[in-house]
T-cell receptor, first 113, second 118 residues
Framework: GNSVTQMEGPVTLSEEAFLTINCTYT??????LFWYVQYPGEGLQLLLK?????DKGSNKGFEATYRKETTSFHLEKGSVQVSDSAVYFC????????????FGAGTILRVKS | KAGVTQTPRYLIKTRGQQVTLSCSPI?????VSWYQQTPGQGLQFLFE???????NKGNFPGRFSGRQFSNSRSEMNVSTLELGDSALYLC?????????????????FGPGTRLTVL
């Protein structure tokens, strides 16, 4: 079945450092890929998405490129801020299963000032 | 436009009881999905409803059930609660029920209902 693997955390960075959170997936079809963010005590917010190979999703300085050849969708940001501290989830959606999202385990990001 | 609302936000029950959680989607959205979030298992898909019909179901026992009403509001029910059912239950709404092709309708998540089973 479909699955998502993302790097374990927590990831602790200093403000203005470069961020990479790795995400790889396994899927039988042609999934869409997403990054969601969860702040303490809140639900999930869609951060960015990519619906086909080589698409680049971007939002609020975060970027991720859909790499079919390496089945990856790594999240990057050039300069993190304290306000970026949250849990980040990589996810995929396969059309055969409607709106079902398959999530990775989540990566806690802590940014120190 | 109001977001996805879930009620109640917090709930404490004891083993063996049953519980009903409610989700009101964004106006005009017809698809509602439910997820369970726990520290051990992460985010797991429970089921999705579209136009009052269950479209997909995850790997959960029959104690977990749901339904959707004609106004797209959804409820999920857990009977005979177990300690392991303690979790954050998240609801997500989407304009449509997915489908083929590259078009994707973003899912909007509610704040969740925190269920504690004692």
């Amino acid at each position: 079945g479909n699955s998502v693997t993302q790097m374990e955390g927590p990831v602790t960075l200093s403000e203005e450092a470069f961020l990479t959170i790795n995400c790889t997936y396994t899927a039988t079809g042609y999934p869409s890929l997403f990054w969601y963010v969860q702040y303490p005590g809140e639900g999930l917010q869609l951060l960015l998405k990519a619906t086909k190979a080589d698409d680049k999703g971007s939002n609020k300085g975060f970027e991720a490129t859909y790499r079919k050849e390496t089945t990856s969708f790594h999240l990057e940001k050039g300069s993190v801020q304290v306000s970026d501290s949250a849990v980040y989830f990589c996810a995929l959606s396969d059309w055969e299963y409607g709106n079902k999202l398959v999530f990775g385990a989540g990566t806690i990001l802590r940014v120190k000032s | 436009k109001a977001g996805v609302t879930q009620t109640p936000r917090y709930l404490i029950k004891t083993r063996g009881q049953q519980v009903t959680l409610s989700c009101s989607p964004i106006s005009g959205h017809r698809s509602v999905s439910w997820y369970q979030q726990t520290p051990g298992q992460g985010l797991q898909f429970l089921f999705e409803y579209f136009s009052e019909t269950q479209r997909n179901k995850g790997n959960f026992p029959g104690r977990f059930s749901g339904r959707q009403f004609s106004n797209s509001r959804s409820e999920m029910n857990v009977s005979t609660l177990e300690l392991g059912d303690s979790a954050l239950y998240l609801c997500a709404s989407s304009p449509s029920g997915g489908g083929s092709g590259p078009t994707y309708n973003e899912q909007f998540f509610g704040p969740g209902t925190r269920l504690t089973v004692l």
